[in-house]
């Protein structure tokens, strides 16, 4: 269905290729997972699937990528549109309609389906994805998940043979990625659409994949079984590093089948210590940087309250993570709590936090009831979109403006703190053209000028793969070691397992859960990470404190008792 026969893609800007001599066949009916660290040629791998490389990104592209027996160099994406459906990152930014089944029936339209046959795919589309309840709802009221599966069903109804999928669960809580992966694997099982699919949390969709593409950074790309491919990857998930470290054999790449394997390895922790996952936040001492009570926001023409009488307590030196399903209103109670977004009701009261750490409360301020600038000296918010703060040309310009508007006296410059956050980033730089992880960066740093003492992320992990994502814990630390209080609002339980010092879960507008992140994850089945689930009743959360635990117990984790390996 595809083939790449020794393709080599250039960009002008670029001292070496991004794909170097790339070789691999991709059969009808396969679940192909590309994988690798951020920056290698992912989405170029997928851009040249349909066309967009390099008929859209420019550069040079030398060998052949077909497509069905097409030669995409020689037929642009528009070409291609009845056999390549292409899904981004953010469903919302692809739509171009006011409602799903407008939007589904979009595609055809510009292909010229006869009505007849539109009417027809539109129902058979809207029952494939479990959809048809939804049919005249508006887009922009659909949950984060049925957005995603709008999107799918939009590409689908041209009857593509190929969907390429860019980071599809990226924006999602759980259970919808679970729907959405779902409805992947079901076009693949029961209509035999080959699906290629990038992903940064793979713990998510590992065990779905029928190959691996592994781009190792070196332009080249390696392709095989999943259980092959991980055993010797740089990057992988949790409970595949598990069983690396165990040296199971055959590689589980499914809770279930770990499971299986692990019964030697719970026998050997049960009763051991428990490390703890974090190193432990000294409560004595700490100051109480913001207080809120009773808050609620509701926006115009909504029934329902986005947040309702949420109390909120955060102590520097702590990191928290806010967790929900899409919709629940993290969101809106993080830009309450900033100042920036509405509130209905309630207060928030916000003690000042000086360059040189948290020092004695000098009289708590409302972050919504001062200038944008003092509010920012209070509480620091870096959205889900980073590049929404960023509008001027180069790196250096977005670190000036940021001393000029925020920066307080006696406070380290931006592009120290940035330094300190990501060093070596060109001053010269386009900001847009940095990576994601960048990016991010880069925002923190123009953030943290103001000197905060609460320092507020909206889903920051969105497009980090796993070193990234290790990269911002460290930096999480660091500010919650200067005395700051942090807050995380996310979805990627991974990451909550690595970073947070305590969980907060909102249900409908509604704190229904706060507590140590151990203490909350561990107990629901929905927001567990991997490793809790495998070594499951104790209470393990990451592989690093698996290890410590058998070290702990005298044992080093994969010699069994017996020898075996805990095969």
Known sequence: MITFDHVTVQYDDTVEPVLTDVDLTVEEGELCLVVGHTGVGKSTLLGAVNGLVPHFTGGTLYGTVTVDGRDTAGHPPRELADVVG????????????????????????????????????????????????????????????????????????????????????????????????????????????????????????????DRVLHLPGDGHVVSGPPAEIFR????????????????????????????????????????????????PVPSAGQPRLLDAHGVSVRYRGQAVPAVREADVELRGGETTALMGRNGSGKSSLLWAL?????????????????????????????????????????????????????YLESVRQELAQADAESAVEGGPPAREILDRLAPGIDGATHPRDLSEGQKLALVLAIQLAAAPGVVLLDEPTRGLDYRAKAQLTAILDGLAAEGRAVVVSTHDVEFVARTADRVVVMAEGEIVADGPAADVIVASPVFAPQVAKVLAPLPYLTVEQASEGLAAAGTALGVAADGSGGR
């Open 232 to 279: 010797t990857t740089t990057i992988a998930p949790p409970v595949v590093e598990l069983g690396r470290r165990a040296d199971w054999t055959p590689l589980p790449l499914s809770v279930r089948d770990a499971r299986r394997a692990a019964a030697p390895l719970r026998t050997r922790l049960t009763g051991a210590p428990i490390p703890s996952a974090r190193p």
């Open 86 to 209: 292409v899904v981004g990152q953010d469903p919302l930014d692809g739509f171009v309609t006011d409602t799903v089944e407008e939007e589904l029936a979009y595609a055809m339209e510009q292909l010229a389906v006869p009505p007849a046959t539109m009417r027809k795919r539109v129902e058979e589309t809207l029952d494939l994805l479990g959809l048809a309840d939804l049919r005249h709802r508006s887009l922009h009221e659909l949950s984060g998940g049925q957005q995603q599966r709008v999107a799918i069903g939009s590409v689908l109804t041209a009857h593509p043979r190929v969907l390429v999928l860019d980071e599809p669960t990226s924006a999602l809580d759980p259970t919808a990625a679970e729907e959405v992966l779902a409805a992947i694997t079901r076009l693949v099982h029961d209509l035999g659409v080959t699906v290629l699919l990038a992903e940064h949390r793979l713990e998510r969709v590992v065990q779905y994949a």
């Open 338 to 390: 900033q100042g920036s977004g509405a509130r209905t009701d309630g207060t928030v009261r916000v003690v000042p936090w000086g360059a040189a750490g948290a020092g004695a409360a000098k009289g708590s301020r409302d972050p919504g009831d001062v200038s944008a600038t003092e509010a920012r000296r209070l509480v620091g918010l870096v959205p889900q979109t980073p590049t929404d703060l960023l």
